[in-house]
């Protein structure tokens, strides 16, 4: 069974404290590893999509890595905007239109 | 605005109620998701459809159903409520060119 889990649960940072969300996976295959944000009350919003081991991927203050069991997300000098839960899912190799399984996310507080 | 429209936004209701949860996808797009949010679950996924047709199932209980219309949009059908179904559920719409879009979500509150 494709499982996700991310750490940690929740996390609490300065304003320009940079740190990683980890999202570890296990799933029979790999057909890509996404990211999203969501805001309280709010549908999750997609951040990046990965395919590959070693790949990585930018937005603004967020750059998100792969390896074959895990993705980061890492996060550098973030702002109060930043504050959110991210949202880690993996989707399983039979095509693209495969249900995305998601981890229980990591709650980001970012304080000024 | 996501392109996927889902609607009623908040929903409350007594237990053993039934109550219905409709979603338009993304223009385009034929595949339809619907997904659980609890507290202590996070998002789980309950089925989805393709062009009109069941494609996948996943955690949904009997209870629950759903269906795709020849428009696209779909609806969810909740039944014999109880209290543990209150949560956000979400529906998602994606395309051949992959990625997920979600909607803002339904509110239920079973009282």
């Known amino acids: 069974e494709d499982q996700v889990t991310q750490s940690p649960e929740a996390l609490r940072l300065q304003e320009g404290e940079s740190s990683s969300l980890n999202c570890s996976y296990t799933v029979s295959g790999l057909r890509g590893l996404f990211w999203y944000r969501q805001d309280p009350g709010k549908g999750p919003e997609f951040l990046f999509t990965l395919y590959s081991a070693g790949e990585e991927k930018e937005k603004e203050r967020l750059k998100a890595t792969l390896t074959k069991k895990e993705s980061f997300l890492h996060i550098t000098a973030p702002k109060p905007e930043d504050s959110a839960t991210y949202l880690c899912?993996?989707?399983?190799?039979?095509?693209?239109?495969?249900?995305?399984?998601f981890g229980k996310g990591t709650r980001l507080s970012v304080i000024a | 605005d996501s392109g996927v429209t889902q609607t009623p936004k908040h929903l409350i209701t007594a237990t053993g109620q039934r109550v219905t949860l409709r979603c338009s996808p993304r223009?385009?797009?034929?595949?339809v998701y619907w997904y659980q949010q609890s507290l202590d679950q996070g998002l789980q996924f309950l089925i989805q459809?393709?062009?009109?047709?069941?494609?996948a199932k996943g955690n949904i209980l009997e209870r629950f159903s759903a269906q795709q219309f020849p428009d696209l949009h779909s609806e969810l059908n909740l039944s014999s409520l109880e209290l543990g179904d209150s949560a956000l559920y979400f529906c998602a719409s994606s395309s051949y060119r992959g990625g997920y879009t979600f909607g803002s979500g339904t509110r239920l509150t079973v009282v």
């Open positions: 459809y393709y062009n009109g047709e069941e494609r």
């Open positions: 899912a993996v989707q399983a190799p039979i095509n693209r239109n495969t249900p995305l399984v």
């Open positions: 223009s385009g797009d034929l595949s």
